[in-house]
């Protein structure tokens, strides 16, 4: 099947129910180690982490280069696979080498020669697997390279509980992440059924013409994401980190949802326009349901902001309240712009992503700086959210260059007023429970829920239609496989 007649709603349906797997394992794993390790042994870990990331970000870049190129239409796929492995390993021996040289240096403010060990094994990990998962992605299986990554997270919280409890804390976690990395790599390299060949110089020159803005963008997005906790830490201490970071973990779920409509989205784009046709409306679809969780989480946490916060992690993050509700205000934009930098990067465009994402960090930092120091891990979070509704505009302003107008499908307004109406419900009943005691509180929370999609289903149509459509063939596949057990 070519890329450009991929099935959107069924590859986005694969990778929801594994972005909700990988999900629940990394939020378990996450109340685990706040409490195991407290809000400054978090906040170390996920300092750590950040700087991990970052670096992982050249290959994640030219991961991203070489999935849009293999889902392209009538492209082989071998010496792709090969150039992102090659230039990898070089990159790791030639940072591993730095990271030595400078080693002496250390410890910085709390980051000790573990953590920097673990950082190394991360970044090296973590980079080898983007290149496969997203070579695998563009092949045509986005919706099974979510689920390889699902995997990844399972193995991942098996080995770092297991490090965990046998003591090596911080650096433990650093390095469950690290093996689990490395194997699951080895499995998506097996399963893609691709061996890698030597590119030709062709190849080089045409994932160069690519990777030249993907790689630039990916580290511009990744010091945007990172400079949060790390100006954080700077500034006010790994304790707020912990707060940051926790706080962040409540309203991930609703960027999983984005992401696994997002990433069959692109290899459709990028197979449909490689072939000159319009792609428009496979935009504006993925973009009415960008928000559907996003939305109901922010007016969650605006209800109840120190509840969640104690409930799941502990007492002693029910400070962090007031940050989970900006954090969950800022994450709408971003998640708004997940699908618009995809389609995007599809049409190959990814100098205008760069360009967007670039502004957005030359706004952020500056900002950020200047806040944290006048009000600490608020005005950072402030920061963030002026930076987010900034890149939005960006990416409804190329819209109407590149796609015929701004995308910005009316149904959203039945979901912000399902939104709504759960806020107003669930203030009220709050007042009426006593939220002392995970098990109201969870019960709350499912009942908000159940508010939230009863109102939607009445309001739009367009939703009514939508599950008709994604669940239908599903249902009728289990159905099907019901009567020929029986039979």
């Known amino acids: ?32 180690f706040a409490r195991v390790l407290g809000s400054n042994g978090v906040g170390r870990y996920y300092t750590a ?16 280069a070489i999935k849009k190129r293999v889902s392209e239409v009538d492209t082989d796929p071998a010496e792709y696979l090969g150039l992102g492995l090659a230039a990898h390993v070089l990159y790791v021996g030639v940072v591993t080498a730095v990271l030595v040289a400078l080693s002496p240096a250390l410890p910085v403010r709390g980051i000790t020669a573990d953590d920097v060990l673990g950082i ?21 299986f986005p919706g099974r390279s979510f689920w390889l990554d699902t995997v990844r997270s399972v193995v991942t919280l098996v080995f770092q509980l297991a490090l965990l409890f046998l003591g090596m804390e911080a650096f433990g976690i650093l390095l469950g992440l690290a093996i689990a990395s490395f194997v699951t790599a080895g499995v998506v390299a097996v399963v893609s059924g691709v061996r890698p060949a030597l590119p030709s110089r062709e190849t080089f020159a045409y994932t160069g013409k690519f990777a030249r803005w993907s790689i630039p963008t990916s580290l511009v997005n990744d010091l945007y994401k990172r400079a949060d906790p790390i100006i954080i830490w700077l500034f006010v201490g790994t304790g707020a980190v912990g707060l940051y970071e926790t706080a962040l973990r409540l309203v991930l779920p609703a960027s999983q949802l984005t992401a696994s409509i997002s990433n069959p989205l692109q290899v459709k784009v990028s197979g449909r326009s490689s072939l000159g ?19 109901p989480m922010f007016f969650g946490a605006l209800a109840l902001p120190d509840v969640l916060m104690r409930t799941f992690f502990g007492s002693g993050f029910g400070q962090g309240g007031e940050a989970l509700v900006g954090i969950a205000l800022f994450y709408v934009f971003y998640i708004y712009q997940i699908p618009l930098e995809s389609a995007i990067s599809g049409t190959d465009r990814p100098e205008l992503t760069f360009r967007v994402n670039l502004a957005g960090l030359a706004v952020h930092i500056p900002l950020a700086i200047v806040l944290a120091r006048e009000y600490g891990l608020l005005g950072v979070i402030g920061a963030t959210l002026f930076a987010e509704v900034l890149m939005f505009g960006g990416f409804q302003f190329l819209c109407r260059r590149l796609f015929g107008g701004t995308i910005f499908p009316a149904p959203i307004a039945a979901q912000t007023a399902s939104g709504l109406a759960m806020f107003f419900v669930v203030t009220e009943v709050r007042e009426m429970v006593t939220l002392n005691y995970w098990l109201p509180v969870i019960a709350l929370v499912g009942f908000g829920a159940v508010v939230y999609f009863a109102v939607l289903v009445v309001a739009s149509s367009h939703f009514r239609l939508t599950v008709a459509n994604v669940l239908g063939p599903v249902y009728e596949q289990v159905l099907g496989w019901g009567q020929r057990s029986e039979g």
Do not use: H
Request: no cysteine; aromatic share 10%.
């Open 120 to 140: 190394v094994l991360v970044f090296s990990s973590v980079g080898s697997f983007q290149i496969l998962n997203r070579f695998y992605a563009g092949i045509g």
């Open 49 to 64: 982490l950040a700087i991990a990331l970052m670096l992982v970000r050249i290959s994640a870049g030219l991961g991203q």
């Open 1 to 32: 099947m070519s890329t450009a007649d991929l099935d959107i709603g069924r590859e986005a349906l694969i990778s929801v129910a594994a972005k909700f797997t990988m999900s629940a394992f990394g939020f378990a794993g996450v109340m685990i």
């Open 277 to 295: 046709e319009d792609v428009r409306e496979d935009v504006a679809n993925a973009m009415t349901y960008a928000g559907l969780l996003g939305i």
